[in-house]
């Protein structure tokens, strides 16, 4: 598993942007995929997570009716976030994970796979 992300960039609050990560490499198996997002000087945080078998997602507070974590239909191991009405404190590293597991995690020690990062900036 090779997953890489796309989408980041600068962006004005209220504006939105949609991220995407895909598995570059492919992999035959399909994964439950989250979000994650990391500031200089913080710890690493969860965003968003989808389950591969149920599709249930799960959000970190901050984000609820903001952001929205889908897969594509059609491409395994491909998923997005949609993130609207952007604020300053949405500015990040944002960062794609993939477990083994078959349900949606929070927590990233149990995430197998990681991108490296898309930057999201939001300026006021």
């Known amino acids: 598993v090779q997953l890489v992300e796309s989408g980041g960039g600068l962006v004005q609050t209220g504006d939105s942007l949609r991220l995407s990560c895909g598995d570059s490499?492919?992999?035959?198996?399909?994964?439950?995929m989250g979000w994650f997002r990391q500031v200089p000087g913080k710890e690493r945080e969860f965003v968003a997570a989808?389950?591969?078998?149920?599709?249930?997602?799960?959000y970190t507070d901050s984000v609820k009716g903001r952001f929205t974590i889908s897969r594509d239909n059609n491409a395994k191991n491909l998923v997005y976030l949609q993130m609207n009405r952007l604020k300053s404190e949405d500015t990040a590293v944002y960062y794609c994970?993939?477990?083994?597991?078959?349900?949606?995690?929070?927590?990233?020690?149990?995430?197998?796979?990681w991108g490296q990062g898309t930057q999201v900036t939001v300026s006021a």
């Open positions: 994970a993939a477990t083994r597991s078959n349900y949606a995690l929070t927590n990233l020690d149990h995430y197998d796979y």
């Open positions: 490499a492919r992999a035959s198996s399909a994964y439950s």
């Open positions: 989808i389950g591969w078998s149920t599709g249930s997602t799960y």
